[in-house]
């Protein structure tokens, strides 16, 4: 992969002036094609539409072209590294793929007058999940979190307020025999342990083996006799939703749709993460936090610096609070907004939905900003075989704090 250099980004006032960014070993910006006033924009898959607006006000305001572009953000670190000179000078991607880019020398540190705006006006996770190592190097414009659903008519919102609760009155369910370590992992940092430290950016940090680590282990294996759980797979979440053998269910935004469908929209009730009792004590279930942003690749300008310049501006017009508010309200987006602003506006107030993810990404106390270290890939495999199999009962009790302490190892030598 070809590594760009870095270009220097100037002072405020600079920015503010022409944006004027000195490129080392760049050409001079009057070599640029006959493109240069055309900015590459890649959005979400299904959001051109709603993007349209701000990017008109953009090209008025800024003199520069637009063209929109749909990808799929999940795969913008693959795209962008491939070959950065012909790929998007503003892309969209989920913030776990921040360090890798960062890392390879794809995105450079965004202007300060564009950080201290991003500190100010977004969240405190939100601004967690747009920097790496200290340094910001994107701009958020959504938060994701999981969340519980539940049906109405079997529990109330008292009741999902405790596991013990909800599985002693009615039913939860997920997967368990084969985990998605996405949505169980996290039952580890509910009870103190870290993954990558305590930032998530220190590859020798993670310290699942301990005692409480092995509660975690003991209590996903309790689970298989639990009368109230119901393990599930990807085929039938939402049908034993629908016909009410699961009463309770953990999942993200990208699910309301097809709960409300599943149980109808009266019926349907979403909260954040209950309080669950883990050897003895109670704690709050945790979840992984993402945050959506947007990201400026230098490459494509060839040392043109007001294009550079125009690329960031359009970075922040795309996750201004304006843009943020359009994408919560646009049929079909229904981003959360990690705009503080925005998050106290009356529409995302009334939004039941809106209300348990800002909950939920309020604070450390329920969620966890995911890692963005490339060694996340071990994570991911390493820490599903160990959940399945103490679930599926493939490891003896006697053998889970060897399994964690080897897991912990594991990560610290993965590359």
């Known amino acids: 992969m070809k590594t760009w250099q870095k270009l220097v980004v100037g002072s405020a ?14 050409k001079d910006s009057k070599s640029s094609s006959a493109d240069s006033k055309t900015i590459k924009l890649w959005v979400p898959t299904g959001a051109k539409e709603s993007y349209k607006e701000i990017v008109k006000k953009f090209e008025k305001d800024s003199n520069y072209k637009v063209k929109i572009i749909e990808s799929e953000d999940t795969k913008a670190q693959e795209k962008i590294k491939k070959d950065p000179s012909t790929a998007a000078d503003v892309f969209s991607l989920p913030h776990d793929q921040l360090g890798q880019l960062v890392d390879s020398g794809v995105i450079q540190e965004i202007p300060e007058k564009y950080s201290k705006e991003i500190a100010e006006s977004e969240t405190e996770q939100a601004v967690e999940g747009a920097k790496y190592k200290g340094k910001t190097y994107a701009f958020p414009f959504g938060i994701e979190s999981q969340v519980l659903y539940y049906n109405k008519t079997q529990l109330t919102a008292d009741d999902v307020t405790s596991y013990e609760t909800i599985t002693s009155k009615a039913s939860f369910g997920a997967k368990f025999k084969q985990v998605n370590a996405y949505a169980t992992a996290p039952l580890f940092l509910s009870v103190g342990d870290t993954i990558f430290g305590e930032n998530g950016e220190d590859v020798k940090g993670t310290n699942w083996g301990n005692d409480a680590g092995v509660s975690v282990l003991k209590w996903i294996a309790s689970q298989k006799t639990n009368t109230g759980f119901v393990n599930l797979d990807d085929n039938n979440v939402m049908s034993k939703f629908g016909d009410g053998s699961v009463a ?150 006697s053998d889970y704090l060897a399994k964690l302490e080897q897991f912990d190892k594991d990560l610290a030598a993965a590359k």
């Open 248 to 397: 309770s269910f953990e999942s993200g935004p990208w699910d309301y749709e097809a709960a409300q469908k599943a149980i109808g929209k009266d019926n349907l009730g979403v909260a954040i993460y209950p309080k669950i009792n883990i050897n003895g004590q109670e704690v709050q279930q945790k979840a992984f936090l993402g945050v959506k942003l947007y990201a400026v690749n230098q490459a494509p300008s060839n040392g043109d610096t007001k294009r550079i310049a125009a690329s960031y501006k359009l970075a922040s017009y795309l996750t201004s609070a304006e843009s943020q508010e359009n994408q919560f309200k646009t049929k079909g987006r229904d981003i959360i907004p990690s705009n503080k602003t925005v998050q106290n506006s009356d529409a995302v107030k009334n939004g039941e939905l809106a209300q348990a993810v800002i909950k939920m990404g309020s604070s450390s106390d329920y969620t966890v900003v995911m890692p963005k270290l490339s060694q996340m890939t071990t994570f991911w495999t390493e820490s599903a075989a160990i959940l399945s199999d103490a679930y599926n009962g493939k490891i003896k009790e």
């Open 13 to 26: 006032s600079l920015l503010l002036a022409g944006s004027i960014l000195v490129a080392c070993g760049s």
